[in-house]
């Protein structure tokens, strides 16, 4: 039941994924060629970062060489600038999340239970998740302004989609053997939602909340590069309008950084409240 | 001292709406069956067998027809009527413990006098010490024994298996079907099992119901008179299972297709020459 959810592939299908293995390295190298091989790719990016900077391939203007970047980093985090913005974005992600989240939740509960609410909501919910969340920041900024709500909105916006469609699938994937069981055993609705409903459809929740987070912290970065006076994002438009692309880079990277972590955050999350997954003996 | 008519099917048809017009899968099944007696219904695949069984459980109703258990009628699911289906549809985010905890959801007793029962049950088919393990992590045979386990932890009147050991391996099924004797025996529960394995059904009942498919009808009920605890290599036994067994080879001598059906294969046949 776990062969549509990504993050189980790893654990259950290692075999047939080609692994190299050479039998004349030593059992540690094999071990770093894994581990380290994620560093790998970076590690030559900013080898030839420094090459293009050093050969002047690129105006220094243009592309501030890796030293500067990294000097500008530490600067903003010392003084605390770079907390500062990143804490406001880190809230409006938060708030928004929740909001769309919880909406996403319902609605992917409420259409996977009843096929009357599915056929009143799934058309208009399909016509509304096409549009991009970009498209929807003009309509939005006339409606509630330029202010907080509409990074709300527009987060919400991101984050529902992906909650509702993958909240649905999970519900409407439950093998109907497993509900006649609660029949047996004459569950009423609460019994249901809690000991089968809810479970057999969390790992694909789970998938959801992963997608929706990584399409929330997108979204912010959208919004606050458009319409905003503080956050990550808008550290990257102040660096690009002052001509200080050192910090634009640094923005770049801690947005990168920061999303990634919310993933393996969540992961980490995910394998912990999915112990039974776990294949033992 | 037990009711020869504890379990009552009177009449009982069966048809499921098709796409053009409707399809009867059981026509006029009935059947008496006395406390604490076990029940074989063995027959092909289309027989309506399993129809049958999930009519006794509640997840189907008539069409036509009684079915009565210790006099009442039978109306949906009900916790004294426990079920073993052919998957052990174990929930796999709960523990051994736990799936079969969740049969005693609604159950009057108390929460440590549920974890008792539970425990005693699993203790009856042979997991005490996995508890706590995942269905991940059973073998098909133990996670068929947890189904039984579940099965009967609500102290049901009947036992309804539905091909319980039809998805295992051959030394696996022999083994759970001697365990399955020796709980009966213990139990004294009323049990029907239906089976496509004429050996299982012989060596377990006390009476056989052999069925014959389109529509589905009892074509006759066979006596197992060796007593229990039997020896599966018993002689009477085998006598009575290749009897059984004549009764399907005939099946397939006689064509099962209605005439015109019959005689437009046999065109269609010719034309293939």
Known sequence: MSTTRAAAVPRSLPHWRWHWQSPGLARPLNWLSVKAGALLLPAALLLLWHTAVTREWVSAQILPPPELVLQTFLDLARSGDLWFELSISLQRVLIGSLLGGLVGLALGLLMGLSRQVEAYLWPLFQAIAQVPVLGWIPLLMMLVGIDEGLKYLVIAKAVLVPMTINTFAGIRNIPASYLEVAQVYRFNLVQRLHRVILPAALPSIFTGVRFALTKGWIALVTVELLASSEGIGYLMVDGRQMFQLDLVIVSMLVIGLVGLLLDKGLALIETRLQRWQRQAF | ?273
């Open chain 2, 1 to 273: 001292m037990s009711k020869t008519d504890f379990l009552t099917l009177k009449g009982v048809d069966k048809r499921f709406a098709v796409k053009d017009g409707e399809l009867s899968v059981l026509e006029n099944i009935s059947l008496n069956i006395r406390q604490g007696e076990f029940i074989s219904i063995v027959g092909g695949s289309g027989c309506g067998k399993s129809t049958l069984l999930r009519l006794l459980v509640g997840l189907e109703e008539a069409s036509a027809g009684h079915l009565l258990l210790d006099g009442e009628p039978i109306r949906g699911t009900d916790p004294e009527r426990g079920i073993v289906f052919q998957d052990h549809r174990l929930y796999p985010w709960l523990s051994v413990e736990d799936n079969v905890l969740l049969a005693l959801a609604n159950s009057p007793l108390s929460p440590a006098e549920r974890l008792d029962t539970v425990h005693r049950h699993l203790e009856l088919v042979g997991l005490k010490n996995f508890t706590r393990a995942y269905p991940a992590q059973l073998s098909g045979g133990m996670s068929q024994r947890v189904a039984i386990a579940r099965g009967l932890v609500n102290r049901p009147k009947i036992l309804l298996l539905d091909e319980p050991f039809g998805a295992l391996d051959a030394l696996t099924r022999a083994q759970l079907q001697e365990e399955l004797a020796r709980i009966w025996l213990a139990e004294g529960i009323t049990t029907v099992l239906v089976t496509h394995d004429v050996d299982e059904a012989v060596l377990l009942g006390d009476r056989v119901v052999v069925m014959e498919p389109r529509p589905g009808r009892i074509k006759r009920i066979v006596e197992i008179d060796p007593p229990h605890p039997r020896r599966r290599e018993d002689y009477r036994l085998a006598e009575l299972r290749n009897d059984i067994l004549q009764d399907f080879s005939q099946h397939q001598a006689s064509p099962l297709l209605h005439p015109q059906h019959e005689q437009r294969a046999f065109r269609s046949y010719a034309m293939a020459w």
